[in-house]
Nanobody, 126 residues
């Protein structure tokens, strides 16, 4: 069974940085599409960034130029977040899905994923 565990959230001042990590286990996630999402209470979960098997990435407009998604060879996904704004405050979730033996294109829609972590809270204050 696939398991995703996020870490690295916390409270920072606007303009600061955080790096989120997602430890994946149960499968070799190099074959999977993986992504980061966020959600605030009362709103729908939204895509932040996605990465495919070759490391190609896609970002939501709100994340472009500030956030960087990456992964290593040890089944860990990262989200480097710089120049944080109060509107980035949310619970951040890691997600994954296997599309056969390879992920050919990064995806940022919630419907593209079926494995989810429990989330890590990010709070940005002004």
């Amino acid at each position: 069974q696939a398991q995703l565990v996020e870490s690295g959230g916390g409270s920072v001042l606007a303009g600061g940085s955080l790096r989120l990590s997602c430890a994946a286990s149960g499968y070799s996630f190099s074959r999977a599409c993986m992504g980061w999402f966020r959600q605030v209470p009362g709103k729908e979960r939204e895509g932040v960034a996605g990465i495919d098997s070759d490391g190609r990435s896609r970002y939501a407009d709100s994340a472009k130029g500030r956030f960087t998604i990456s992964k290593d060879t040890k089944n860990t996904l990262y989200l480097q977040m710089n120049s944080l704004k109060p509107e980035d405050t949310a619970m951040y979730y890691c997600a994954a899905r296997f599309y056969g033996s390879y992920c050919y294109s990064p995806r940022v829609r919630t419907t593209d994923y079926n494995y989810w972590g429990q989330g890590t809270q990010v709070t940005v204050s002004s």
